[in-house]
């Protein structure tokens, strides 16, 4: 049905949407940190994601891959967004000037993490409104899921 | 005849067009920052429209299927989701709904009287 793997695909955009606001939290909180998991300067974190596509082996699936196209649900139609994976950005790290760092090399330089304020602060407002966009979605797919119940009364 | 016409099932067809239609856009909408990713839209109301006058035959056979938009991307990910695009055709699709819904509603409401329901 329709409706109810619209309010899915809607679903799988918040996970993600969420998943991208995750690691832009981590990357601000990180913009300063010299020494991470690894005793490196932190890197940014990108999140890459990927159209969910095909049908799964799930029940639901099967079922209406089994009941064909005849239900108007159409064949091979995608299922919403995943998260791929989170790579580490390789873009080169900051060297700045402070000789007073505990972690300055001899010529007092200290490799400062690859992360822009300005490019997170941008990357958060696109996912929050993405985010929003996707909540909008699944209302919308709610209001035309209960108009047809309103049919049976 | 029996008792649903070839409106009634016209009707129906538009119902699930315009489902799997909302389905297209949330994917879309979900879809809005995934690099290279092409938009989908159903296109069900030609193919109804077309059949309309083939009697109830050739209108329960119309099935709406997804397709890709393949026009030019303007986004320098290669997606191409128009995120103010996919919510005025939301807005659009909801409301064709909202109005295929409350004419079969109508009917159905005439057939219960004519059954002699309430």
Do not use: C
């Not at chain 1, 998943?19 to 601000?28: A, G, K, Q, Y």
């Not at chain 2, 919510?87 to 699709?93: F, G, K, M, R």
Request: aromatic share 4%; hydrophobic share 35%; proline share 3%.
């Amino acid at each position: 049905m329709g409706l109810f793997d619209a309010i899915g695909i809607s679903g799988s955009g918040l996970t993600a949407e969420r998943m991208r606001m995750d690691v832009t939290s981590e990357n601000l909180a990180n913009a300063e940190t010299t020494k991470a998991a690894n005793g490196q300067p932190y890197r940014r974190k990108e999140v890459v994601l990927q159209e969910a596509g095909g049908a799964g082996n799930d029940f639901a699936s099967v079922l209406s891959s089994v009941q064909g196209g005849g239900s108007g649900s159409g064949a091979g139609v995608a299922n919403g967004v995943k998260v791929s994976g989170i790579v580490e950005d390789s873009s080169p790290l900051k060297r700045i000037y402070d000789p007073g760092h505990p972690d300055a090399d001899k010529n007092g330089y200290v490799t400062m993490p690859n992360v822009n304020t300005v490019t997170e602060m941008t990357d958060l407002i696109s996912s929050s409104r993405a985010y929003e966009a996707n909540v909008t979605a699944m209302q919308t797919a709610k209001t035309m899921f209960s108009k047809t119940l309103d049919l049976l009364r | 005849m029996g008792l649903f016409d070839t409106t009634q099932i016209g009707l129906e067809r538009a119902l699930s067009g315009s489902a799997l239609r909302q389905q297209a856009i949330s994917q879309n909408i979900a879809n809005v920052n995934t690099p290279g990713y092409r938009r989908q839209d159903v296109d069900f109301a030609s193919a109804l429209h077309a059949a309309w006058d083939g009697g109830q035959s050739a209108v329960s056979s119309v099935n709406p299927t997804q397709q890709a938009d393949m026009s030019s991307v303007m986004r320098a990910d290669g997606s191409s989701v128009d995120i103010d695009q996919e919510a005025s055709t939301q807005a659009e699709n909801g409301l064709h709904y909202e109005a295929i819904e409350s004419v079969m509603k109508t009917r159905i409401s005439i057939l219960k009287s004519a059954i002699g329901g309430s």
